[in-house]
């Protein structure tokens, strides 16, 4: 009976959404972290479940050509920031493809070949230290650093997503232990650290001030050192111009368009320079404000609220923009999308699965894949940035 802690010797196969690979054991699945497909490892079993185990690698005895030396110190010593650092850039965005191909038919029921997606690098910008926000929580002694993979316990090492401005004022705050603790690195070249704000208490400035400044194109947003961006240094930049395009090529000319799960605007923005007025519909109230303040004469409207209970009574949009959070939209937020009959939906997805399951949900309500591609905006990681343009008419690459 396998238990924890037992060491297994496994040969590895296809990768998994998650970060890991799948090999077998007697019959049981066990997802290996730390391998790649191909390898033969010695793994230590971490967790049993029913239908299968999780473990770690701690042996690499047959070595993929795919494997390099690992380029995070933090996830070296547990950290659960980078899960892809000992494998070639390269080979990364292989493994991530593979994996948003099988999601897309279990998940999305696509036929499997149906699409033969790639994962693009983002930018042109190195592969580490592309973040420019992250959240870090501090030890006993008041050291900043990341929660070990699957655990409380905290990793003071330096991280390779970590530009060296951040790294360095990660290491000049000291605030009380256990204390989570904002960074940024803004577009105006300033290093910030604060408190976030929780629960009616105002954030708490420790390094730099409480507003951090994002720009995109010609406009700029001040955004609370705690609130939401994009992490990748260049991400913002590069989906407002995919979507201001895709906009442009599928949704017609002009119009009125909806932004949903929005933030401060920043694809508004994008679809405004297409000539578009837009509803952006919000859950965050610093978010909207922030967006208020930068497009205060443009052409949008903020609502806040919940997507699905904030649609009914919009203007009927020529073009739907949605960038939900990783649990994706959900099947009732895409029928109402899809009711609503726009030319085009832009669908930008973080997480591959839930991705899958919402464009299959178009699919499933009179809408085809008219476009679909992926970018590698986390490097190091299993994580990916997907985009799917869905216009109407029968989807013929359905599985079912």
């Known amino acids: 009976m396998l238990v924890p802690n037992d060491l297994l010797e496994l040969t590895c196969g296809a990768p998994g959404h998650g970060g890991f690979v799948i090999a077998r054991h007697e019959g049981r699945a066990v997802f290996v972290r730390g391998a790649l497909p191909g390898e033969t490892v010695r793994a230590r079993v971490t967790e049993v479940k029913k239908s299968y185990a999780r473990a770690t690698a701690e042996e690499v005895l047959i070595v993929s050509?795919?494997?390099?030396?690992?380029?995070?110190?933090?996830?070296?010593?547990?950290?659960?920031?980078?899960?892809?650092?000992f494998a070639a850039p390269a080979y990364q965005?292989?493994?991530?493809?593979?994996?948003?191909?099988?999601?897309?038919?279990?998940?999305?029921?696509f036929e499997p070949g149906a699409f033969e997606p790639t994962v693009e690098p983002l930018s042109g910008a190195p592969v580490t230290g592309w973040r420019h926000r992250a959240r870090l929580v501090a030890d006993g002694a008041g050291a900043l650093g990341q929660h070990a993979f699957r655990s409380d316990a905290v990793v003071v090492a330096p991280c390779a997503q970590l530009p060296a401005a951040l790294t360095d004022l990660a290491g000049d705050v000291r605030p009380v232990p256990g204390t989570e603790v904002a960074l940024v690195l803004d577009d105006a070249g300033a290093a910030h650290a604060a408190v976030p704000a929780r629960r009616g208490r105002p954030a708490t400035a420790l390094s730099g001030d409480a507003l951090a400044e994002y720009r995109v194109g010609t406009r700029s947003w001040k955004i609370p050192v705690g609130g939401f961006w994009q992490a990748h240094r260049d991400?913002?930049?590069?989906?407002?111009?995919?979507v201001g395009g895709y906009a442009a090529q599928y949704g017609g000319d002009g119009g009125h368009a909806w932004d949903l799960y929005g933030g401060a605007g920043v694809l508004a923005g994008a679809l405004i320079d297409e000539g578009m007025s837009v509803d952006v519909v919000e859950t965050s109230g610093g978010a909207i404000a922030a967006g208020k303040q930068t497009l205060a004469r443009e052409p949008v409207v903020f609502h806040r609220g919940d997507v699905a209970s904030r649609l009914k009574g919009l203007r009927a949009p020529s073009t739907v923009v949605l960038d939900p959070p990783r649990t994706g939209a959900g099947a009732a937020v895409m029928t109402a999308i899809t009711a609503a009959a726009p030319r085009a939906i832009v669908h930008v997805g973080c997480d591959p699965a839930a991705f899958a399951r919402d464009v299959g949900a178009a699919c499933e309500n009179g809408y085809r894949v008219a476009e679909l591609s992926a970018y590698d905006a986390f490097p190091g990681t299993h994580h990916l940035e997907a985009f799917a343009v869905l216009v109407p008419g029968r989807e013929d690459r359905r599985g079912r």
């Open 93 to 109: 965005r292989e493994l991530k493809a593979d994996v948003l191909h099988d999601l897309l038919a279990r998940f999305g029921g």
């Open 65 to 85: 050509p795919h494997r390099v030396g690992e380029a995070c110190a933090a996830a070296a010593a547990g950290a659960g920031c980078c899960d892809l650092t």
């Open 235 to 242: 991400a913002a930049t590069r989906y407002a111009a995919l």
